[in-house]
């Protein structure tokens, strides 16, 4: 057994594979002597439509420049790359996408490595058992699952915690390859497999998962290093311009929850109740207290989407002062008019209209439904279950919006105005979250582990 | 005389937390202001769904961090992320409402 270190040095490399980060910075990381580059490639905020077209939100080249620099480091200082969530969503066309990233670098720089690649697919059989059970949970305004919405969700994906992850790390493999993550994961598992506080191992992979997002001024195209001790983790940024305040890095550990003192993840929570943040001379900051609390059974958070059909909008806008004091009433008949022709040709799918001006941005969370503006944007979302109905509803509505004939119009020639030509774009597939609900496991079997040299 | 929230705050954000979630931050300028929103309960649950007109029960969370000085609101999407005729997958272009606050 080899004599426990003092202390774990990680290096986050950027808030998204993709993200990029300088080169600088990057290098500022390395002579620190990290223990580990881990990176999270991915996140459900860019919506439902990645994970189920099985597409990355980031760009194939940016993601290969990253993972070439942390590679090309990692292999030659003999220290792990872990890489959580691939391609975006963590689902196995994710992987693969990833993957085969990797073997390109590999081959172009001459690398020899083994590799862990840790899936985290789902099988819907495995789900439905639960369901059955009544043990499948939405999580806060999640609507219950059922039979149906199981049946037509796809690329079902649990996020894992730091288990999987360090039975990958016991393989003894260089690099290792996550599916769907629990985001602090990556950063944390192989910290605790050298026996460091999961507490502090955990929130310390919370905060480097942004990568410097949680420094001032902050950026998430930029490294940060987290160096965790035996009751303490400190944070520093790698860019002289930047540096870690208490301000900033408590502020960051409010960013996209919805309670910054209990953070839940697979099988247990983070309690920050009693945690304090210190500045430390030279942009640091010292946070103790976290504390890691497991719950009675280990649960994981799905996440599957199901697809919806097809869209196709058309951006459009309009000058006239006489159109946009009824704009209301106009799109009302518009929408009946599409709607009868619809219903006479069988054509099934539904109209959307995104008005900038009114409430484009904020839609039914706008209070001021007021328009201030001399003219306003229009995008026609069409939504439909194949892709020629989406075409023909965007395109019927386009022109009988263009056309329409509303009590006082002065200006008979054409009511919008297009800026492209086409002016319809077709977007494709449309699909929208339909699991995200908590499942227990009993144990890390579901997240498969195979072990590939390259 | 009532004061603009702006006085008080120096972040005013919105964010997902999650698809089906919204969370809104008012991180303030000092201990002070953090103090007096917190104490004198400038904000409530029914304030926020007032400024959104939105019923109270969408409004699910509403706490203070100290460590951070921030007041912190979260409330059930009308749309989850990304459904068809969803107006804002990140939801960062929510927290405009807030703006109106007084005190």
Same mark, same amino acid.
Request: proline share 6%; hydrophobic share 40%.
């Given at each position: 057994?080899? !004599?426990?270190?003092?202390?774990?040095? +990680?290096?986050?490399?950027?808030?998204?594979?993709?993200?990029?980060?300088?080169?600088?910075?990057?290098?500022?990381?390395?002579?620190?002597?990290?223990? %580990?580059?881990?990176?999270?490639?991915?996140?459900?905020?860019?919506?439902?439509?990645?994970?189920?077209?099985?597409?990355?939100?980031?760009?194939?080249?940016?993601?290969?420049?990253?993972?070439?620099?942390?590679? #090309?480091?990692?292999?030659?200082?003999?220290?792990?790359?872990?890489?959580?969530?691939?391609?975006?969503?963590?689902?196995?066309?994710?992987?693969?996408?990833?993957?085969?990233?990797?073997?390109?670098?590999?081959?172009?720089?001459?690398?020899?490595?083994?590799?862990?690649?840790?899936?985290?697919?789902?099988? #819907?059989?495995?789900?439905?058992?639960?369901?059955?059970?009544?043990?499948?949970?939405?999580?806060?305004? +999640?609507?219950?699952?059922?039979?149906?919405?199981?049946?037509?969700?796809?690329?079902? +994906?649990?996020?894992?915690?730091?288990?999987?992850?360090?039975?990958?790390?016991?393989?003894?493999?260089?690099?290792?390859?996550?599916?769907?993550?629990?985001?602090?994961? +990556?950063?944390?598992?192989?910290?605790?497999?050298?026996?460091?506080?999961?507490?502090?191992?955990?929130?310390?992979? !919370?905060?480097?998962?942004?990568?410097?997002?949680?420094?001032?001024?902050?950026?998430?195209?930029?490294?940060?290093?987290?160096?965790? #001790?035996?009751?303490?983790?400190?944070?520093? &940024?790698?860019?002289? #311009? /930047?540096?870690?305040? /208490?301000?900033?890095?408590?502020?960051?550990? %409010? *960013?996209?929850?919805?309670?910054?003192?209990?953070?839940?993840?697979?099988?247990?929570?983070?309690?920050?109740?009693?945690?304090?943040?210190?500045?430390?001379?030279?942009?640091?900051?010292?946070?103790?207290?976290?504390?890691?609390?497991?719950?009675?059974?280990?649960?994981?958070?799905?996440?599957?989407?199901?697809?919806?059909?097809?869209?196709?909008?058309?951006?459009?806008?309009?000058?006239?002062?006489?159109?946009?004091?009824?704009?209301?009433?106009?799109?009302?008949?518009?929408?009946?008019?599409? /709607?009868?022709?619809?219903? &006479?040709?069988?054509?099934?799918?539904?109209?959307?209209?995104?008005?900038?001006?009114?409430?484009?941005?904020?839609?039914?969370?706008?209070?001021?439904?007021?328009?201030?503006?001399?003219?306003?944007?229009?995008?026609?979302?069409?939504?439909?279950?194949?892709?020629?109905? =989406?075409?023909?509803?965007?395109?019927?509505?386009?022109?009988?919006?263009?056309? *329409?004939?509303?009590?006082?119009?002065? =200006?008979?020639?054409?009511?919008?105005?297009?800026?492209?030509?086409?002016?319809?774009?077709?977007?494709?597939?449309?699909?929208?979250?339909?699991? *995200?609900?908590?499942?227990?496991?009993?144990?890390?079997?579901?997240?498969?582990?195979?072990?590939?040299?390259? | 005389?009532?004061?603009?929230?702006?006085?008080?705050?120096?972040?005013?954000? $919105?964010?997902? $937390?999650?698809?089906?979630?919204?969370?809104?931050?008012?991180?303030?300028?000092?201990?002070?202001?953090?103090?007096?929103?917190?104490?004198?309960?400038?904000?409530?649950?029914?304030?926020?769904?007032?400024?959104?007109?939105?019923?109270?029960?969408?409004?699910?969370?509403?706490?203070?961090?100290?460590?951070?000085?921030?007041?912190?609101?979260?409330?059930?999407?009308?749309?989850?992320?990304?459904?068809?005729?969803?107006?804002?997958?990140?939801?960062?272009?929510?927290?405009?409402?807030?703006?109106?606050?007084?005190?």
């Amino acid at each position: 057994m080899k !004599k426990r270190e003092e202390e774990f040095r +990680v290096l986050s490399t950027t808030a998204i594979l993709g993200y990029g980060f300088p080169k600088a910075s990057f290098e500022a990381g390395i002579r620190r002597k990290p223990h %580990l580059i881990a990176v999270d490639a991915g996140s459900t905020d860019p919506g439902p439509y990645y994970l189920g077209a099985g597409k990355s939100f980031t760009n194939r080249a940016a993601v290969k420049r990253d993972l070439r620099f942390m590679l #090309k480091a990692g292999i030659g200082l003999g220290i792990p790359v872990v890489i959580g969530t691939a391609g975006g969503s963590g689902a196995r066309p994710h992987v693969d996408w990833c993957e085969a990233i990797i073997r390109e670098i590999a081959r172009e720089e001459n690398l020899k490595f083994r590799m862990a690649i840790v899936y985290a697919d789902v099988d #819907k059989k495995r789900v439905r058992a639960h369901l059955k059970k009544g043990e499948i949970v939405p999580l806060t305004c +999640v609507p219950p699952l059922d039979e149906a919405t199981l049946d037509a969700s796809i690329n079902i +994906v649990a996020q894992m915690g730091v288990e999987p992850l360090l039975q990958a790390l016991d393989t003894g493999c260089d690099v290792i390859l996550a599916g769907r993550c629990y985001d602090p994961a +990556v950063f944390a598992a192989p910290a605790i497999r050298r026996g460091f506080d999961p507490g502090l191992a955990i929130h310390m992979g !919370k905060i480097l998962e942004c990568a410097a997002i949680a420094a001032t001024p902050g950026s998430g195209a930029d490294c940060a290093l987290g160096t965790l #001790k035996k009751d303490s983790f400190i944070l520093e &940024a790698l860019n002289p #311009k /930047r540096k870690f305040t /208490r301000a900033s890095t408590a502020a960051h550990t %409010l *960013y996209e929850k919805s309670d910054p003192m209990h953070l839940p993840g697979p099988g247990g929570e983070i309690d920050l109740t009693r945690c304090t943040f210190t500045q430390l001379p030279g942009g640091r900051v010292e946070v103790r207290g976290s504390r890691h609390v497991e719950t009675e059974r280990y649960w994981v958070k799905l996440e599957a989407v199901r697809r919806v059909g097809y869209r196709t909008i058309s951006v459009a806008g309009t000058r006239d002062p006489i159109m946009i004091a009824s704009i209301d009433s106009i799109l009302e008949a518009v929408t009946s008019q599409v /709607r009868d022709i619809l219903k &006479a040709e069988k054509i099934a799918g539904r109209i959307y209209f995104h008005v900038y001006g009114r409430d484009g941005v904020m839609g039914d969370l706008e209070p001021d439904k007021r328009i201030l503006g001399h003219e306003l944007g229009l995008v026609i979302e069409a939504v439909a279950p194949t892709e020629a109905e =989406s075409e023909s509803l965007c395109s019927l509505t386009r022109s009988t919006m263009l056309h *329409y004939g509303y009590p006082g119009r002065i =200006s008979t020639a054409g009511n919008l105005a297009f800026p492209f030509s086409p002016s319809d774009a077709k977007m494709g597939e449309v699909f929208e979250f339909s699991i *995200y609900h908590l499942m227990p496991v009993r144990d890390q079997g579901i997240f498969k582990i195979r072990t590939v040299r390259v | 005389m009532a004061q603009s929230i702006l006085k008080a705050a120096r972040v005013i954000r $919105s964010k997902n $937390s999650g698809p089906y979630e919204l969370t809104l931050d008012i991180i303030f300028k000092d201990k002070r202001y953090f103090d007096l929103f917190r104490k004198r309960k400038i904000v409530t649950k029914q304030s926020v769904a007032a400024l959104y007109k939105r019923p109270v029960k969408d409004i699910l969370k509403l706490l203070y961090f100290e460590p951070a000085t921030a007041l912190k609101i979260t409330m059930r999407r009308p749309i989850p992320s990304g459904h068809p005729g969803e107006t804002d997958i990140y939801g960062a272009q929510q927290h405009a409402p807030l703006l109106r606050i007084t005190f």
